[in-house]
């Protein structure tokens, strides 16, 4: 696999804005200053998962615009299955809806695996399907977060599920497998 090359992606519409803003320090008044916002562990692992290589792209840029440091990046379920075996995450993005291995059923297989089933898991979907909340319930989910997101959607999940507050660093992506 290449590595993440984020010159051939392209952000959501606004998000490069509020990113380089972040960065910056200079959001709105209101909004918190990434100099008053708690630091996230640099130790913390992000492992996004997402068939489509634009949206995988997306998504790990917008980490690091949120100043996510170890980001790593599965193009499938069953690479990220592989990937986590040997280098364990501290949260997964997956996206739900990809061939041969489902988001949903990639959690299964995590809540199964013992040394893996405590890993906080978001699943991202824009496909609305009657019963999927309850379903990924079911199998433990972190956090749902629905398409089309932004930035604020994607830091408020993440602080949520983390229980921390993101800072604004550049970071860094890596492929995962």
Known sequence: ??????????????????????????????????????????????LVVDDMSVSRG?????????????VFVA?????ALNALRTAPVDLILSDYLMPGMTGLDLLKRLRQTPELALTRFVLVTGAPEPGLERQAAALGVSAILWKPYNLRDLRATIERVMGRALPSMQGRVRHAG
Not at 58 to 70: D, F, T
Not at 75 to 79: P, S, V
């Open 1 to 46: 696999m290449q590595p993440f090359d984020a010159s051939r992606t392209r952000l959501m519409p606004g998000a490069s804005a509020v990113a380089a803003k972040a960065k910056s320090g200079t959001m709105a008044p209101g909004r918190p200053n990434m100099a008053q916002v708690a630091q996230l562990h640099t130790r913390y692992r992000i």
């Open 58 to 70: 997306v998504m790990a840029q917008c980490l690091e615009g949120l100043g996510c440091k170890n």
């Open 75 to 79: 193009g499938d379920a069953r690479t």
